[in-house]
């Protein structure tokens, strides 16, 4: 009943094949159509942007960077509700107060890649004690955090209760819908979160970061032989949603 996909490195790559998703997704009979929605790190303004511009299917829903946004696109409108729960234990202005007190070789990202709950840095090849350092040091100023590290570079520090998994989840319970109809699809380790919700079916493409790999060897998801949307595909294949 519902398919959240990543983007980067999912659903867009290297290659030419959107239009071969958005042929196989559009040519589903209306009836056995899931709900889709694109679950990225992107914001919601250049997800619909991109979306567009690489002919892909127009979603349902967009869940917009790093979980910490819920788009209803049919709507054209924030889910205003879902926000409101971030805002529990979180204060960006200690969380960038800790980070420049580290110092740890951080790089800000750019201003359209930040907002009120989400404080983004490049940090290259951290390590575990790195990332353990920024917990403990968050929690020691009151700073209860959800720290996601991606792809050997990408740092997002969000409020406890934010990430693409956890914004999935309120989703779905809000339109009442079970973790067991839901598809997930991703390729690095932001898009952990979705694949350790109790339930879901996965599709890990061929092309995906260690850290997914990693996470995702002992559950019950699909790891594609195909790349990006090839990899998509054939994962919905296996799960029948496409035949």
Known sequence: RFFSSDLDGTLLGKSDSCEVFHHSW??????????????????????LSVAKKNCLPEPDFIIGEVG????????????EEFTRTLSEGWDLNLVEEV??????????????????????WYLDNANLEQISLIRMSLEEVGVEANIVYSCLRYLDILPKRANKGH????????????????????????????????????????????????????????????????????????YGVLK
């Open 99 to 120: 980070m420049q007190e580290l110092n740890l070789g951080q790089e800000p990202q750019p201003g359209n890649s930040q907002n009120e709950f989400k404080s983004s």
């Open 26 to 47: 559009n040519g589903l009979e209306k009836s056995r159509l899931p709900l889709l929605c694109y679950n990225t790190g992107r914001t919601v303004e250049d997800t």
């Open 68 to 79: 910490t946004r819920i788009y209803n696109a049919k709507e054209g409108r924030d889910i």
């Open 167 to 238: 914004a999935l989840f309120w989703l779905l319970a809000r339109l009442q819908i079970k973790t067991e109809e839901t598809i997930v699809a991703g390729d690095s380790g932001n898009d952990t979160a979705m694949f350790l919700l109790r339930g879901v079916k996965g599709i890990v493409v061929a092309n995906a970061q260690p850290e997914l790999y990693e996470i995702t060897s002992h559950l019950p998801v699909y790891h594609a032989e195909g790349k990006e949307v090839y990899g998509v595909l054939e994962g919905l294949e296996y």
